[in-house]
Nanobody, 121 residues
Framework: VQLQASGGGSVQAGDSLRLSCTKS????????VGWFRQAPGKEREFVAL????????IYADSLKDRFEISRDSAENTVYLQMNNLKPEDTAVYHC???????????????WGQGTQVTVSS
């Protein structure tokens, strides 16, 4: 299965962006879709996830007040709404799919190519 992430861009601090992650194969079943991000020189870190069955969501504690993950089953797409963006949010954002409920990137077996988000002050 392929995951296509899109929606990144260059914005000012305080702006919002909505990222999209579309799964190419509607028949391919996974348990959760997650967003991760990786800034230059840093480890890839967990941002948020959503389950595909009961729409349970989990967030990184530091981001839950500004980011919101959602899904549109009809469009086979998971979204990440990012509000009040800060320069420290600058990173490549990746979506990934897992058979498990996990914040651990090693439990995700399918990855999109990433979309760049750059926030300037």
């Amino acid at each position: 299965v392929q995951l296509q992430a899109s929606g990144g861009g260059s914005v000012q601090a305080g702006d919002s962006l909505r990222l999209s992650c579309t799964k190419s194969d509607r028949t391919f079943k996974v348990y959760a879709v997650g967003w991760f991000r990786q800034a230059p020189g840093k480890e890839r870190e967990f941002v948020a996830l959503i389950t595909t069955t009961n729409t349970r969501t989990i967030y990184a504690d530091s981001l839950k007040d500004r980011f919101e993950i959602s899904r549109d089953s009809a469009e086979n797409t998971v979204y990440l709404q990012m509000n009040n963006l800060k320069p420290e949010d600058t990173a490549v954002y990746h979506c990934a799919a897992s058979y498990m409920l996990s914040r651990n990137k090693d439990q995700y077996h399918y990855w999109g190519q990433g979309t760049q988000v750059t926030v300037s002050s």
